[in-house]
């Protein structure tokens, strides 16, 4: 078989793992992990809940169409048409796998879900774009790994974070000094999503229908998307960390574990990022064998990729190491630790 003929396995691929690499980190920082049925539950409903967006849409598809104004029909476009259906959805994905559990359950869990359900949709939604552009999918690939995936991840944490905090209340010190917290926060669940995602969105709408937008006007759209994006993505990493310190590890068995799992990370991270690189080489390298009969980029590519999937590999092979000689280590100190206290 030719080998570009598995082109669309590659591309799927591509679509999925960014996701699954950002699901396996977030789901590596709780202390206390729950279910592992529901997370992939939630990640599996978060990717089929892309089938609903028609119905979600329906119900807001008359808003656009209230004014004659293009510049306000195309944020109403952008809040009714794209960003609340998507994260309604999401939303609705989250609160039906987080009643699962008890409202005793640790608050992390629901995160945990939330950025199961937000990744679970982004790797659907990068699956679809890659293959309606086959032409430019490494680009596209490298791109929506970079940003767009973890945003819909950020996006599900921030949802399912109020939603923790929600249903903890008090557990969580949400209502003990702002009178108006119990109201505000069941409204942040939606709001605070669809808000974050309208505004990601539409900067890039209006450099879609404005294509004759250049220089410094572009260049600060295309940078207000940016900031944007890695804005919802500390603003999840600074719920997360207020939820955590509600469950932070105190004894010497989780400071090591957190420890292992920090330069787990580290591996993980370098190890993916290494391999991708290194099969997009090898890709582009097929491509030119078979369409450039001077070959002169294969010479360079192939050995450039054969190195970065090696190294790659070394780095995955080093992560599962520390992951099973740091997994023994705890477990063998645990029960000193026990009978020490």
């Given at each position: 078989m030719n080998l570009l003929e598995s082109l669309p396995t590659v591309i799927g691929i591509a679509a999925v793992a960014p996701a699954l690499l950002v699901l396996w980190?977030?789901?590596?920082?709780?202390?206390?992990?729950g279910p592992p049925g529901l997370v992939?539950?939630?990640?599996?409903?978060?990717?089929?809940?892309?089938?609903?967006?028609?119905?979600?849409?329906a119900l807001f598809a008359a808003i656009p169409g209230l004014t004659d104004n293009p510049t306000l029909a195309m944020v109403l476009h952008a809040v009714f048409g794209v960003a609340a259906p998507e994260e309604i959805v999401k939303i609705f994905v989250i609160i039906a796998v987080s009643t699962q559990r008890a409202r005793t359950a640790d608050p992390m869990d629901t995160v945990v879900y939330g950025a199961a359900a937000g990744l679970g949709f982004a790797a659907y939604e990068n699956l679809v774009y890659l293959l309606q552009y086959p032409e430019m999918w490494r680009t596209l690939a490298v791109l929506r790994s970079v940003l767009t995936v973890p945003f819909h991840g950020a996006l599900g944490v921030i949802a399912?974070?109020?939603?923790?905090?929600?249903?903890?209340?008090?557990?969580?010190?949400?209502?003990?000094?702002d009178g108006w917290a119990f109201i505000r926060t069941p409204m942040l669940i939606v709001l605070a999503p669809v808000t974050l995602?309208?505004?990601?969105?539409?900067?890039?709408?209006?450099?879609?229908?404005?294509?004759?937008?250049?220089?410094?006007?572009?260049?600060?759209l295309e940078a207000a998307g940016v900031v944007i994006g890695f804005g919802t993505i500390a603003l999840a990493a600074r719920l997360?960390?207020?939820?955590?310190?509600?469950?932070?590890?105190?004894?010497?068995?989780?400071?090591?574990?957190?420890?292992?799992?920090?330069?787990?990370?580290?591996?993980?991270?370098?190890?993916?990022?290494?391999?991708?690189?290194?099969?997009?080489?090898?890709?582009?390298?097929?491509?030119h064998w078979f369409t450039n009969p001077a070959r002169?980029?294969?010479?360079?590519?192939?050995?450039?990729?054969l190195a970065s999937i090696a190294i790659g590999a070394v780095l995955l092979v080093l992560t599962t190491t520390a992951y099973i000689l740091g997994r023994n280590r705890m477990r063998t100190a645990a029960p000193a630790m026990t009978a020490q206290s």
């Open positions: 980190l977030v789901i590596a920082a709780d202390e206390r992990p992939w539950a939630s990640f599996l409903l978060g990717a089929a809940s892309i089938s609903l967006l028609g119905y979600a849409r399912g974070a109020y939603i923790a905090i929600t249903r903890s209340g008090r557990a969580l010190g949400a209502h003990r000094r995602h309208a505004c990601f969105d539409l900067p890039l709408l209006t450099l879609q229908r404005h294509p004759e937008i250049v220089g410094v006007l572009r260049r600060v997360v960390r207020r939820i955590g310190a509600h469950h932070a590890p105190h004894t010497e068995v989780s400071r090591e574990r957190l420890s292992q799992l920090r330069g787990m990370w580290a591996l993980l991270v370098a190890g993916g990022g290494a391999g991708f690189a290194g099969t997009a080489f090898l890709l582009t390298s097929i491509h002169n980029v294969t010479m360079v590519l192939i050995p450039l990729g």
